[in-house]
């Protein structure tokens, strides 16, 4: 690999740390995978005292170093840093600017001192490059210089064991042994010249560092005596920081892929003159880099393939085996952590594994949080399932609510279904769980109870309803046929008879609805709110009913007027034959038709203490106490009622009836007041269309004429009485006129055509006349002929006789008067009509027997 990549200035001249060279440096050289396994060797020495050309020599870099044809001047400005080659393990050395330089000056030594305290605040070998011949100087020694770096080495909080590792350059004559001790006690010298705080009055130099002196040949004069000295030296540095090495103190090492960081903050604390506190930068340099680990960990898991399908399935739905899977990817993060941050502090460490630990577990739990909505709702879809399915027993359409034996009632399903769905969600819950998480479901659990009781109570309130709603329709199907026809009767037992069957209708429903709802474990409040609804539907079906039919008030009573008026008590149609009395019929009639109002004005469900008051009303209507009487058919006698005093007409000018709610008043006093009103208008003309028929029926059966009449007749017709009486054969010709005459008027029907009125009966009658006249003409030439022919004796004459009657009947006059007598059957005046046609048919046979 090329030189140019192995090395970077780390610090300018200027004193900028270059942050991005030493980052791209550690990735170059794989510093983060070293761990703690890499030694740091810097070098300190005057300038132009060939620090580069020994580090070159000595690791193998590849440093600038100075042309001495070109004269001595400052090669190496600032802080550089390089990888040694082929030496394990990993080696950065540092090469420093030279001390003591003519290019800043004898007053411009702020820098030497800052990089020579980060070079021993960073290294774990300094190395001090020094002449032989300034042994025993002053300012050519450096003394000031290290008297200054150990005084702001008091200032470091238990500092770690620094090798310093002096390099006697061009060796002289004098032996090393010689020189060793001078400068170990020109260093006792200045450590023990500085002021020190009085806890560390007592501290020893060698508490702080190691000291080694080397010495080295000249290397242009003995060059391969100098090379084999570099050679041996290099030996030591092999496994470097192995126990007993020459770097062996490892304390406040930092991992490699924190050391550009802690290098940063070192010289950042240097430059700005503070106190470096070496465990408070371990320490702040753990905390950083270990977030910076934990930060980078998070990032991975977040774009894990493994874990994004797994998040993708979790959205999708249930996952199983949720737990396990994300707890493999948790694990894998904190070994991964665990790894990176292993030579960081413990402590730091440890705590930033736990917020590690938090994130990850962080990131993992919003799906964990989905997936446990997802069994929730599986959890009770299940319970919704098994509780459609638990066989709970329900209204059917053709009766009430069933209960099977061996079917479990609603509340035992329900625990049982509840029971199994809690169990299937624990058990997927605890599937999801991430081992060492801290998770729990209890509040899905809880909301999982929550949507439970929900769903149950809307199906139990649903089913409640559902069976309260078919009690109640069964209840109002049984009420509405009964009530309908007790009020179509419209007697007094009316309502007594409608609130017994109100009262024996919903105890048998209270019945059924108990024995429907007692799976169902309803309280007694419930029970009672359920039980007093049926009783209320009860009454509104009566009520119903009752409406309906007051709004047809009028119609009804005129029904009731109509069928009591036009029927007698055995429902036969009345014929109005002059003896019917029509004024007592009519009042029987306005008092059904009034009683019928009384029912309809007012619900009477409830028992009422005293008096019918609507009826007391409503019998003003009526005049006299026979119309009290009628509507008070049960009144304990006639002189109680008597003696009570009428009700006054002004109770039926208000709004309400006494002691009736104005809730349940049908139809007002005034409304019914003015509907007895039109049913009187409009019935009087039934009542006179019965009068008129009377009277016509009376006028059309009465066939003699006034007493002066018949005076007048026998008066004025004695003459002609007489003249038929001497003249016998004018007497046979008027009594057959009379007789053919007779027959004519029945076979006319003239009675019944006369009963349309005189004009309409002539003109009927003057139509069928002359066709009528022929065929009784014909018919009897016709028996005339047949008798004469078959007639041999008196016996063969009572044979004809019986003949010709038969043959009439089968010709169409015994029918045609049989007909005709049938139609006028149901009148009266046709009684007498079928009389006399029998009259004339004997009449006829006796006319035929004289022709014979």
Known sequence: MNGALQQIQLIDGEGNYNLTGIESFARRVKLAECGLSYAVIAIMGPQSSGKSTLLNHLFGTKFVEMDALRGRSQTTKGVWLARAPNVEPTTLVMDLEGTDGRERGEDDTTFEKQSSLFALAVADVLLINMWCHDIGREHAANKPLLKIVFQMMMRLFTPRKTK?????????????????????????????????????????????????????????????????????????????????GIAGDRRGVVPGTALALSMQEMWKVIKDN?????????????????????????????????????????????????????????????????????????????????????????????????????????????FKAELAASGVPSTSSDGPPSKDADVPGFAEARRRCTENALKAFDKAAADALVSGAGWDYLRTRQKLQRDIDAHATAVRTERLAAIQ??????????????????????????????????????????????????????????????????????????????????????????????????????????????????????????????????????????????????????????????????????????????????????????????NIPSSATLLTPSACRSLWRQLKAETEYTISSAIAAQEAHKRNNSWLPPPWAIVAMIVLGFNEFMALVRNPLLLCVVVAAYYVGRALWVQLDASAEFENGLVPGLLSISAKFVPTLLRLLKRLYEDGQHTVQHATGIQMHDFAASNSSTTWEQNGYGDDVSSRATGVASRPVRHRGSAAQSSGMADVRKVQTDSS
């Not at 060793?180 to 023990?192: C, F, G």
């Not at 009055?201 to 060698?206: A, D, I, Q």
Request: charged share 30%.
């Open 274 to 382: 503070k106190d470096l506190d070496l465990p408070a930068h371990k320490i702040m340099v753990a905390t950083v880099r270990c977030e910076e680990i934990a930060a980078e960990k998070i990032a991975e898991l977040k774009s894990n393939q493994h874990w994004l399908e797994l998040e993708r399935k979790t959205q999708l739905g249930p996952v199983a085996g949720f737990g396990k899977q994300a707890g493999d990817l948790l694990k894998a993060v904190l070994t991964g952590y665990d790894t990176e941050a292993a030579f960081f502090d413990e402590s730091v460490r440890a705590e930033k594994r736990k917020g590690l630990f938090t994130s990850a577990v962080g990131v993992i739990h919003e799906s964990f949080t989905t997936l446990l909505g997802h069994r929730r709702a599986e959890a009770l879809d299940k």
């Open 164 to 244: 310093l590792l002096f390099i006697i350059r061009d060796k002289t004559k004098t032996p090393l042994e010689t020189l060793e001790p001078i400068l170990r006690e020109d260093i006792h010298k200045i450590w023990d010249s500085l002021p020190k705080p009085n806890k560390e009055k007592e501290v020893l130099f060698e508490d702080f560092f190691q000291i080694e002196v080397v010495a080295l040949s000249n290397f242009e004069e003995k060059e391969e005596q100098f090379r084999d000295q570099v050679a041996e030296l290099r030996g030591r540095f092999q496994n470097s920081i192995a126990p007993g």
């Open 469 to 658: 709603t078919k009690a109640k329709d069964t209840l109002q199907g049984k009420l509405a046929e009964p009530a309908s026809s007790l009020l179509d009767a419209a007697s007094s037992e009316t309502w007594p008879g409608l609130r017994e069957l109100l009262a024996r209708e919903t105890a048998h429903a209270k019945q059924e609805l108990a024995a429907a709802v007692a799976g169902f474990e309803v309280e007694a409040e419930e029970s009672g709110a359920l039980e007093g609804a049926l009783e209320d539907a009860g009454r509104e079906a009566v009520e119903k009913r009752a409406k309906e039919e007051s709004t047809q008030a009028l119609i009804r009573m005129k029904e009731r007027f109509n069928t009591l008026f036009g029927r007698d008590s055995e429902s036969m149609p009345r014929t109005w034959a002059g003896k019917e009395d029509i004024r007592a019929i009519t009042r029987e009639a306005r008092i059904g038709a009034l009683r019928l109002l009384s029912v309809l004005a007012a619900v009477r469900l409830d028992d009422i203490d005293g008096p019918d008051t609507v009826a007391e009303a409503l019998e003003t209507l009526l005049e006299g106490q026979e119309g009290s009487m009628a509507l008070h058919p049960h009144s304990e006698g006639g002189s109680a009622a008597g003696a009570k005093e009428a009700p006054s007409r002004n109770a039926l000018a208000g709004a309400t009836w006494e």
